[in-house]
Nanobody, 115 residues
Framework: QVHLVESGGGLVQPGGSLRLSCAAS????????MAWYRQAPGRHREYVAY???????NYADSVKGRFTISIDNAKNTMYLQMDSLKPEDTAVYYC?????????WGQGTQVTVSQ
């Protein structure tokens, strides 16, 4: 069983920055993938970015060049540095850890981009 806790959300003006964290604890394999998803009001949850334990990354087109995903394996913590934020980035951001055939999700953290 893996437990994920997100933090770092908040209110920021357009053009601003935030850094989200996702701390993982519990039974973790040597190989896994961690990802960020987000869900805006009235919309389906959508993929944002992923990173493997080895550091391989991938981004959705909507955030490419503005968001940076990273991982600290010693701390079992994943980060999402979000720059040049836009109002359309407003959503609840969730982290996910995938290992073997199982997925674990965090509880989410709210990001609001507004004047």
């Amino acid at each position: 069983q893996v437990h994920l806790v997100e933090s770092g959300g908040g209110l920021v003006q357009p053009g601003g920055s935030l850094r989200l964290s996702c701390a993982a604890s519990g039974s973790m394999f040597n190989t896994y993938l961690m990802a960020w998803y987000r869900q805006a009001p009235g919309r389906h949850r959508e993929y944002v970015a992923y990173i493997t334990r080895a550091g391989l990354t991938n981004y959705a087109d909507s955030v490419k060049g503005r968001f940076t995903i990273s991982i600290d394996n010693a701390k079992n913590t994943m980060y999402l540095q979000m720059d040049s934020l836009k109002p359309e980035d407003t959503a609840v951001y969730y982290c996910k850890l995938s290992q073997g055939s199982s997925d674990s999700w965090g509880q989410g953290t709210q990001v609001t981009v507004s004047q």
